[in-house]
């Protein structure tokens, strides 16, 4: 149980355009999923917690109007990077949250973005 | 916010041997303690983690110690084996921040057959 699948696995873009990334929880309801980015051979940063249903919460640093986060069911959250640019090139991974009272997260395999 | 310090960032072990990564963190409302293991290209496996309340917990190969007074955690690998070559990442979180995780720096273990 407890399965997190994200979609796609890898994308390259040009820069300027737009990419989408899904983050599904296959088994259970997700009330809350987290997006990270990890830069090669660096540790996972926290973007954003999502929250089913309300606006996502952002950290410090990262641009919510670049970083576009829709939580609209409890098994589906997706993280839109807009006009993105080489700089934006990374390893996008989110994890999900099976409820209020559980700390364990679950992680989704990653998406590598890679942005021409 | 919560800051976790992890070391070393890497460590070469022989086949056999015993391998040690200690992480320490500031806010003490910290309450949950992960450790995940992450090969190249590859999503983070919890391995195990422990909570506040408990000092030490095993499972087989792997042990976690937690000191709250001095705010550190350590994840002892005992009989290392070549597949436990990875990066292994400890993580703190609390429940009161949306049981968000702040991860280590990371430590890149290298077992040697």
């Known amino acids: 149980g407890a399965v997190v699948s994200q979609h796609p696995s890898w994308v390259i873009c040009k820069s300027g355009t737009s990419v989408k990334i899904e983050c599904r929880s296959l088994?259970?309801?997700?009330?809350?999923m987290f997006w990270y980015r990890q830069f090669p051979k660096q540790s996972l940063m926290l973007m954003a917690t999502?929250?089913?249903?309300?606006?996502?919460?952002?950290e410090q640093g990262v641009e919510k109007d670049k970083f576009l986060i829709n939580h609209a069911s409890l098994t589906l959250s997706t993280l839109t990077v807009t006009s993105a640019h080489p700089e934006d090139s990374s390893f996008y991974i989110c994890?999900?949250?099976?409820?209020?009272?559980?700390?364990?997260?679950?992680f989704g395999p990653g998406t590598r973005l890679t942005v021409l | 916010g919560e800051n976790v310090e992890q070391h070393p960032s890497t460590l070469s072990v022989q086949e056999g041997d015993s391998a040690v990564i200690k992480c320490t963190y500031s806010?003490?409302?910290?309450?949950?303690f992960p450790w995940y293991k992450q090969e190249l290209g590859k999503r983070p496996q919890l391995i195990i983690d422990?909570?506040?309340?408990?000092g030490e917990k095993k499972d087989q190969r792997i042990a976690v110690t937690l000191n709250k007074t001095a705010k550190h955690f350590s994840l002892h690998i005992t009989e290392t084996q070549p597949e436990d070559s990875a990066v292994y990442f400890c993580?703190?979180?609390?429940?009161?921040?949306?049981?968000?995780?702040?991860f280590g720096g990371g430590t890149r273990v290298l077992v040697k057959p």
């Open positions: 994890s999900a949250r099976s409820g209020r009272a559980s700390n364990e997260q679950f």
């Open positions: 088994d259970f309801q997700a009330t809350t």
């Open positions: 999502s929250n089913e249903g309300s606006k996502a919460t952002y």
């Open positions: 806010d003490s409302a910290s309450n949950y």
């Open positions: 422990i909570r506040s309340n408990v």
């Open positions: 993580a703190a979180s609390q429940g009161a921040a949306g049981n968000k995780l702040t």
